[in-house]
T-cell receptor, first 114, second 111 residues
């Protein structure tokens, strides 16, 4: 199957700083990428959908100025958590889709804000 | 609205069969998936089924779909300790990329 790689897998940052998470499709061109957030022992919550070269579409309740998403190429999307606070600590997972097919998931990034 | 529900926990003995259940509400769902998530890891696609199918078998995994009742199940035969994980069902409607995930079922396999 297709491979989606996320980096970093774990990150600890100080409160008030910004953190960038990368999501790469390694062996296919991803026209659409998705960012999810997973709270402990809970399901995945879709945060936003991004299409290459256009602005991301955010789900209701997700602050677009807080979670900046860039999808500049067909193989890379980034999620930047700006001015992170402890309540932003979570597991973030990306997925990538090539056209109207299934999406492939990255291994996730555990963000801890101290 | 769209909603996908699963029981939270399941505990089985090694060698027994596990059955994880899922109910969904979106009748336009075309694809239904089962994912496995091990601690601290991302999601691994186990199997999926099209809505026009009733059953799909893949080695130890059997997926049953009751479209009338909007009920999906995953049966794992000969469950092993390595199967201990969280299992998510997910639905997706044709023509969309949006996945709706269930709440996840934590499977614990006792040796």
């Amino acid at each position: 199957g297709a491979v989606v790689s996320q980096h970093p897998s774990r990150v600890i940052c100080k409160s008030g700083t910004s953190v960038k998470i990368e999501c790469r499709s390694l062996d296919f061109q991803a026209t659409t990428m998705f960012w999810y957030r997973q709270f402990p022992k809970q399901s995945l919550m879709l945060m936003a959908t991004s299409n290459e070269g256009s602005k991301a579409t955010y789900e209701q309740g997700v602050e677009k100025d807080k979670f900046l998403i860039n999808h500049a190429s067909l193989t890379l999307s980034t999620l930047t958590v700006t001015s992170a606070h402890p309540e932003d600590s979570s597991f973030y997972i990306c997925s990538a889709s090539q056209g109207a097919t299934e999406a492939f998931f990255g291994q996730g990034t555990r963000l801890t804000v101290v | 609205g769209e909603d996908v529900e699963q029981s939270l926990f399941l505990s089985v003995r090694e060698g027994d069969s596990s059955v994880i259940n899922c109910t969904y509400t979106d009748s336009s769902s075309t694809y239904l998936y089962w994912y496995k998530q091990e601690p601290g890891a991302g999601l691994q696609l186990l199997t999926y089924i099209f809505s026009n199918m009733d059953m799909k078998q893949d080695q130890r995994l059997t997926v049953l779909l009751n479209k009338k009742d909007k009920h999906l199940s995953l049966r794992i035969a000969d469950t092993q300790t390595g199967d201990s994980a969280i299992y998510f069902c997910a639905e997706r409607a044709s023509g969309t990329y949006k996945y709706i995930f269930g709440t996840g079922t934590r499977l614990k396999v006792l040796a």
